[in-house]
């Protein structure tokens, strides 16, 4: 059975801190790697995806991929109340499907 | 933009009742999914489709069925709804062609703004 482990959270970090999302999945195999973020009550929404080994940057988020550590980071810089919500972090486990983790909680205090 | 709609955002059925969600995609994806979601379980693939009338068991597949009759329509029918079917049901597409998984741009999901369910 392939896994997508995520600490469920609550994350707190204070205003303008660096928040910082881990994951980890089982299949060796995957290639493609996905952040989602939803917020309470609405449908997962695409902030960020990595194919390859390193870091992606866009805007304020900060994607880090480790294949040989089979380990995904999510960074986000300058946090602001509005990034409250749960990351998901989604892997590729097949036939064009995704594995998602069960997320993690975040909460950005003012 | 991707717009991937639902029928219903809330819903009420009882025990017994068939039930229809519908999700329509606007893109021309190939591929089109049927998760639920609750508390502390995360998402559950229930079913997936990768061509017309074409469709494949995700992980929790028992009491539910579907219909892609087609392209842009996939449909998850809750044949004799009961109570734990109570969730949040939600709809995602993904362009992928098969041969192409891994190469970006092809697996990235689109989800829609889902169905919360709730059969008494």
């Known amino acids: 059975q392939k896994e997508v482990e995520q600490n469920s959270g609550p994350l707190s970090v204070p205003e303008g801190a660096i928040a910082s999302l881990n994951c980890t999945y089982s299949d060796r195999g995957s290639q493609s790697f996905f952040w989602y973020r939803q917020y309470s009550g609405k449908s997962p929404e695409l902030i960020m995806f990595?194919?390859?080994?390193g870091d992606k940057e866009d805007g304020r988020f900060t994607a880090q991929l480790n294949k040989a550590s089979q380990y995904v980071s999510l960074l986000i810089r300058d946090s602001q109340p509005s990034d409250s919500a749960t990351y998901l972090c989604?892997?590729?486990?097949?036939?064009?499907?995704?594995?998602f983790g069960t997320g993690t909680r975040l909460l950005v205090s003012p | 933009d991707v717009k991937v709609t639902q029928s219903s955002r809330y819903l009420v059925k009882r025990t017994g009742e068939k039930v229809f969600l519908e999700c329509v995609q606007d893109m021309d994806h190939e591929n089109m999914f049927w998760y639920r979601q609750d508390p502390g379980l995360g998402l559950r693939l229930i079913y997936f489709s990768y061509d017309v009338k074409m469709k494949e068991k995700g992980d929790i597949p028992e009491g539910y069925s579907v219909s892609r009759e087609k392209k842009e329509r996939f449909s998850l029918i809750l044949e004799s709804a009961s109570t734990n079917q109570t969730s949040m049901y939600l709809c995602?597409?993904?362009?992928?062609?098969?041969?192409?998984?891994?190469?970006?741009?092809?697996?990235?999901?689109?989800f829609g703004p889902g169905t919360r369910l709730t059969v008494l």
């Open positions: 995602a597409s993904s362009l992928g062609l098969i041969g192409l998984a891994g190469v970006p741009g092809y697996n990235e999901q689109f």
């Open positions: 989604a892997v590729s486990g097949g036939f064009q499907k995704l594995v």
């Open positions: 990595i194919y390859s080994n």
